[in-house]
Nanobody, 114 residues
Framework: QVQLVESGGGLVQAGGSLRLSCVAS????????MGWYRQAPGNERELVAR???????IYADSVKGRFTISRDNARNTVYLQMSSLRPEDTAVYYC????????WGQGTQVTVSS
């Protein structure tokens, strides 16, 4: 089993920045992909960014150039640095780990005020 614990959400004004962190614990495989998804009210959960063990990131078009995902394999931690935040970035952000199974964190609220 794998447990994911997120932190770093909150309320920020448009144009501001936030950094999310997610620490994974348990039986984590070397090739596990870690990432962030988000879900706004009334919307489906969508990919924000994900990164492989070797550091190859993928971003949603809506966040390219504003968000940066990074990973510390020694600490089993993935980060999401969010800059130039917009009100449309408001959502619950979920940490995700994919290996033989898919695991989710409990979610952290990010609210961007205009």
């Amino acid at each position: 089993q794998v447990q994911l614990v997120e932190s770093g959400g909150g309320l920020v004004q448009a144009g501001g920045s936030l950094r999310l962190s997610c620490v994974a614990s348990g039986n984590i495989f070397r090739f596990a992909v870690m990432g962030w998804y988000r879900q706004a009210p009334g919307n489906e959960r969508e990919l924000v960014a994900r990164v492989t063990t070797y550091g190859s990131p993928i971003y949603a078009d809506s966040v390219k150039g504003r968000f940066t995902i990074s990973r510390d394999n020694a600490r089993n931690t993935v980060y999401l640095q969010m800059s130039s935040l917009r009100p449309e970035d408001t959502a619950v952000y979920y940490c995700n780990l994919q290996q033989n199974k898919q695991y989710w964190g409990q979610g952290t609220q990010v609210t961007v005020s205009s």
